[in-house]
T-cell receptor, first 112, second 116 residues
Framework: QKEVEQNSGPLSVPEGAIASLNCTYSDRGSQSFFWYRQYSGKSPELIMSIYSNGDKEDGRFTAQLNKASQYVSLLIRDSQPSDSATYLC????????????FGTGTRLTIIP | GAVVSQHPSWVICKSGTSVKIECRSLDFQATTMFWYRQFPKQSLMLMATSNEGSKATYEQGVEKDKFLINHASLTLSTLTVTSAHPEDSSFYIC????????????FGNGTRLTVT
């Protein structure tokens, strides 16, 4: 079982709609969760971090965390063509052996 | 915000030669730097962690004699790919942290290495 799993996509969403990206992780001791956006040929850019169960909103982005289900998601409201990118979920493992583990990413395409 | 500069952004080299990639933290002292590798359509894989003034810690499966890491100052770490082969062609990305734990914010722009 992979440590961090994401659907590879591609996920196509009409402009203005809500894009929903999902991620599951295997290490129950994980404490910190991150979503990165990566444009083709570029390095990742941090867009959201979440540390406790529930929702965290920042502009058009909402991160959701459910530690019991080992599940973290990212919602993008009012999707724009500029949101088209690969979204990487990353999980920081438990204390003492901190390592940022990335999922393989979900490719999102916003259709104008 | 904090900036991590990586150079070169792309490089093409012949098989058997060595290539050096630099990673600089421009506005903070990077106690720890991380080197990742990303193959096409795959995720970032941590190669090694380097702490200023000490030997790098390599992840399982990464050859330390092939991927030489030097972190001689608090603002500069280098990754040298020695005797490069076509299978080393990849996107190499560094990340810098002001302390000894991972700071997920500060990534370099990456280096695209192509070995012919």
């Amino acid at each position: 079982q992979k440590e961090v799993e994401q659907n590879s996509g591609p996920l196509s969403v009409p402009e203005g709609a809500i894009a929903s990206l999902n991620c599951t992780y295997s290490d129950r001791g994980s404490q910190s969760f991150f979503w990165y956006r990566q444009y083709s040929g570029k390095s990742p850019e941090l867009i959201m971090s979440i540390y406790s169960n529930g929702d965290k909103e920042d502009g058009r982005f909402t991160a959701q965390l459910n530690k019991a289900s080992q599940y973290v998601s990212l919602l993008i409201r009012d999707s724009q063509p500029s949101d088209s990118a690969t979204y990487l979920c990353a999980v920081l493992s438990n204390f003492g052996n901190e390592k940022l583990t990335f999922g393989t990413g979900t490719r999102l395409t916003i259709i104008p | 915000g904090a900036v991590v500069s990586q150079h070169p952004s792309w490089v093409i080299c012949k098989s058997g030669t060595s290539v050096k990639i630099e990673c600089r933290s421009l506005d903070f002292q990077a106690t720890t730097m991380f080197w990742y590798r990303q193959f096409p359509k795959q995720s970032l894989m941590l190669m090694a962690t380097s702490n200023e003034g000490s030997k790098a810690t390599y992840e399982q499966g990464v050859e330390k004699d092939k991927f030489l890491i030097n972190h001689a100052s608090l603002t500069l770490s280098t990754l040298t790919v020695t005797s490069a082969h076509p299978e080393d062609s990849s996107f190499y990305i560094c990340s810098a942290s002001p302390d000894r734990v991972i700071s997920p914010l500060h990534f370099g722009n990456g280096t695209r290495l192509t070995v012919t």
